[in-house]
């Protein structure tokens, strides 16, 4: 090489010294892997550098060679090389410090850290080693006259190690944080699970609680038909046997009367005929008084036995509770006979047949009825659908409105508003009865279907509810109340639009 080393001077400086390759090859098959740039202002520097480490092999890969000769040309190469394994550099080429320039463009303007920079210098004393390794951001420094072939091949080979290592780090840092990404979006898919999954347990506990709200209301409803079904089982045993004995019961009555007046009749002449006696008492015992009356002894001593009858059936006392045991048993009787009188209305309601009618004719006919018998400060509003006519017992079902509504008047205590409404729909007519008054206690409200029991009225029947809801019953409807205490009562009743057919 000495006819070689000849042509490549500068400065009389030797840049690679005459000695033995070694072999660099690692396999047979060998494909560009590693960017090598080589920038110096000489072309010498680039023949001799190409030729060197034409045959050198790293890791299977050999070197790609780019070229620059100057810092502008460098810059531009090291952007459109970002992945250039290493770089030559020499330091003074068109100015003093052309690739210190270069070094600051590459670690701060493209902020590559993994470019390793070899800078190499024909003259140190323009640019000292200590000065540059401690300001600038490079990985070698080497002076053009020590760089011989085998040193250039270390020099190499320690810069490529390094930038593989680099890369590795940064591969297996970006594989870290696509790891640490895709840990963070499985979390946040987690989480974002586990929200869904808290929401889904609400939502189902919710919906578990509301089914086993509408059970338990359904249970209870169910006992309170059963109730219904059994109430109404022994009143139509009752029925059944008051049908065969109000016959009875009314004969008697009437018989008890006529008795209970004849005995009135009875006392009257009794006490008529006491008083004639007690005045002719009177005559006598004034008579026996006269001593010439030859039987006046015998006189005295009649009268004597009477006065002593009546003192032991103290006939005083039965002249004066006489009157008030007859009024007593009569009305008694009156009693017996009202009661017959509300068992025979009851059962009548099954008697009457039933026939097509128009159910907001009835309410209205109610209404007009009912409205004058109120104060005016309460208001009635209606909302009176168009509704076809149903098979119903019409005057039992207008007697059963009659009582719902003045029940509802009755509940408000001077000022509020009663409303009726109807409406239809596929298979039912609806009848919504409300008042914002009184309402009714949740104590009483199992009461309020008994015979005799009036919230409003103590002194009332409390037979209205009961035979409103008989009736209604009675036509195959069904009879809803509800209530709230100072809030008001609602009262919904059902019919169906086809009559039911008989078994």
Avoid at 58 to 73: D, I, P, R, T
Avoid at 306 to 323: A, G, M, R, S, T
Wanted: charged share 30%.
């Amino acid at each position: 090489m000495n006819s070689v080393d000849k042509n490549f001077k500068k400065d009389d400086a030797l840049f690679f010294a005459e000695e033995s390759i070694p072999s660099l090859k690692q396999s047979e098959k060998q494909h560009p892997g590693f960017k090598l740039l080589i920038v110096d202002d000489e072309n010498d520097i680039h023949v001799m550098t190409k030729l060197v480490l034409s045959d050198y092999s790293y890791n299977g890969s050999s070197l790609e060679f780019l070229s620059a000769y100057s810092a502008k040309e460098a810059k531009q190469l090291i952007k459109d090389h970002p992945d250039a394994a290493c770089i030559l550099l020499d330091v003074v080429m068109e100015t003093q410090e052309a690739g210190l320039d270069v070094v600051r463009f590459i670690r701060e303007e493209e902020k590559n850290d993994k470019l390793r920079i070899i800078l190499r210098t024909g003259q140190p004393g323009k640019a000292p080693e200590k000065k540059i390794i401690l300001n600038y951001d490079i990985n070698d420094y080497k002076e053009k006259t020590e760089l011989t072939t085998q040193k250039l091949f270390t020099t190499i080979t320690t810069a490529l190690r390094s930038y593989t290592h680099l890369v590795e780090l940064e591969k297996k840092t970006k594989e870290i944080a696509d790891k640490n990404m895709r840990l963070n979006e499985e979390i946040a898919r987690r989480i974002v699970a586990e929200s869904n999954l808290t929401k889904y347990n609400r939502s189902l506990e919710k919906m578990i609680d509301n089914k086993s709200s509408r059970l338990k209301t359904a249970i209870s409803a169910l006992k309170r038909k059963e109730k219904e079904l059994l109430d109404a089982h022994k009143s139509a045993v009752v029925g059944d046997i008051s049908l065969v004995n109000i016959p009875r019961l009314n004969a008697s009555g009437d018989r008890l009367k006529e008795n209970l007046s004849i005995m009135d009749k009875y006392r009257a002449d009794m006490t008529f005929l006491l008083e004639k006696y007690e005045l002719l008492q009177n005559l006598i015992a004034a008579l026996s008084k006269k001593a010439s009356d030859p039987s006046s002894g015998k006189t005295r001593e009649a009268l004597k036995d009477i006065d002593q009858f009546k003192k032991d059936i103290e006939l005083d006392e039965i002249l004066v509770n006489y009157p008030g045991i007859i009024k007593d048993s009569t009305e008694g009787i009156e009693q017996i006979a009202k009661a017959v009188n509300d068992i025979q209305c009851f059962i009548a309601i099954k008697d009457e047949p039933l026939k097509k009618t128009d159910v907001n004719r009835l309410l209205k006919a109610v209404c007009s009825e009912l409205k004058e018998s109120f104060s005016p400060k309460i208001g009635l509003q209606t909302d009176f659908s168009d509704i076809p006519e149903i098979t119903i017992a019409e005057k039992n079902i207008e007697r059963a409105f009659h009582e719902i509504i003045k029940n509802a008047f009755e509940a408000i205590p001077s000022k509020g508003i009663v409303s009726i409404s109807t409406a239809c729909d596929d298979t039912d007519i609806t009848i919504s009865i409300s008042d914002i008054g009184n309402g009714i206690a949740p104590d009483h409200m199992d009461q309020i279907f008994k015979p005799y029991f009036s919230v409003h009225k103590p002194h009332g029947k409390g037979l209205g509810l009961s035979f409103a809801r008989s009736a209604v019953l009675s036509c195959n409807g069904t009879f809803q109340l509800t209530s709230t205490k100072n809030e008001g009562t609602n009262v919904t009743i059902t019919f169906p639009l086809s009559p039911a057919e008989d078994p």
